[in-house]
C-alpha cells in the first residue's frame, strides 16, 4: 500500500538522447521526492514535489507529479555521460517521523 | 562543511561477531535513519530516529539495534550478524523531514 514503483529498472540510451523514468503508487502521495546516485556514490538530493500536476525544472532535468497524485516522472533532456547512474522516487510518509519510502531506482547508462 | 560521515567504509567480518558503524552528522538535524542497499531493492529503512532518544522501527530491521544518545551519533548495531546482512549501509539525516542528506556508506560483508 505504501510501496512505490519505478520503471523501468535500466536503461541504456545513446549521449543526446533523451531519458524518462516513472514512478507510480496505488494511493495518493502526500509528496515524491526525487534523488540521484552516481555509481559508487551516495544518494543525493534532487527536488521534492508536493502539488498535484506540479512540474518542476532544473536544467535538462524536468520533475512532474501528477494530477492525482499518484505517478511522478523524471525526465532529462538530451543525455550526457554525466547523468550516468541510478535516480530514486522516495515517498515521505505523513505524520511527523522522518519515514523515507524508496522505489527500487532506474540505472541508466549513457553510451558516448 | 556539512556533512554526514560513517565509519568504517568497508567492513569484512564474521557471522555471530558484534559489529557497530558509527555515523555522525554536523548539521544538527533532528532526523536521522539508517538505510540498506541491495541490488534491485533500492534503499529500504531499517530504522529512524526523530530526536535525541526517540528511534522507531523502519521497514527491515530485524537483526538490528540503534541507539540516539546525542544528537549528532546513531550507531548502527549488528549484534549477532548473518550473511543475509551483507549489504551497502547509508546513514541519512534531514532538518524538517525534507531533503535527507545521505553519508558515504559502508559495505559490509558477513561471511
Known amino acids: 500500500g505504501q510501496q512505490v514503483m519505478q520503471i523501468p529498472q535500466y536503461q541504456h540510451v545513446q549521449e543526446g538522447e533523451d531519458f524518462t523514468t516513472y514512478c507510480n503508487s496505488s494511493?495518493?502521495?502526500?509528496?515524491i521526492q526525487w534523488y540521484k546516485q552516481r555509481p559508487g556514490g551516495h544518494p543525493v538530493f534532487l527536488i521534492q514535489?508536493?502539488?498535484?500536476?506540479e512540474v518542476k525544472k532544473q536544467k535538462r532535468l524536468t520533475f512532474q507529479f501528477g494530477e492525482a497524485k499518484k505517478n511522478s516522472s523524471l525526465h532529462i533532456t538530451a543525455t550526457q555521460t554525466t547523468d550516468v547512474g541510478t535516480y530514486f522516487c522516495?515517498?515521505?510518509?505523513?505524520?511527523?517521523?522522518?519515514?523515507?519510502?524508496f522505489g527500487q531506482g532506474t540505472t541508466l547508462q549513457v553510451k558516448p | 562543511e556539512a556533512q554526514v560521515t560513517q565509519n568504517p567504509r568497508y567492513l569484512i567480518t564474521v557471522t555471530g561477531k558484534k559489529l557497530t558503524v558509527t555515523c555522525s552528522q554536523n548539521?544538527?538535524?533532528?532526523?536521522m535513519s539508517w538505510y540498506r542497499q541491495d541490488p534491485g531493492l533500492g534503499l529500504r529503512q531499517i530504522y529512524y530516529?526523530?530526536?535525541?532518544?526517540?528511534?522507531d522501527k523502519g521497514d527491515v530491521p530485524e537483526g538490528y539495534k540503534v541507539s540516539r544518545k546525542e544528537k549528532r551519533n546513531f550507531p548502527l548495531i549488528l549484534e549477532s550478524p548473518s550473511p543475509n546482512q551483507t549489504s551497502l549501509y547509508f546513514c541519512?539525516?534531514?532538518?524538517?523531514?525534507?531533503?535527507?542528506?545521505f553519508g558515504p556508506g559502508t559495505r559490509l560483508t558477513v561471511l
Open positions: 541519512a539525516s534531514s532538518s524538517g523531514r525534507v531533503v535527507q542528506y
Open positions: 494511493t495518493t502521495l502526500s509528496n
Open positions: 514535489l508536493v502539488k498535484s500536476g
Open positions: 522516495a515517498r515521505l510518509v505523513s505524520g511527523n517521523t522522518g519515514k523515507l519510502i
Open positions: 548539521m544538527n538535524h533532528e532526523y
Open positions: 530516529s526523530m530526536n535525541v532518544e526517540v528511534t
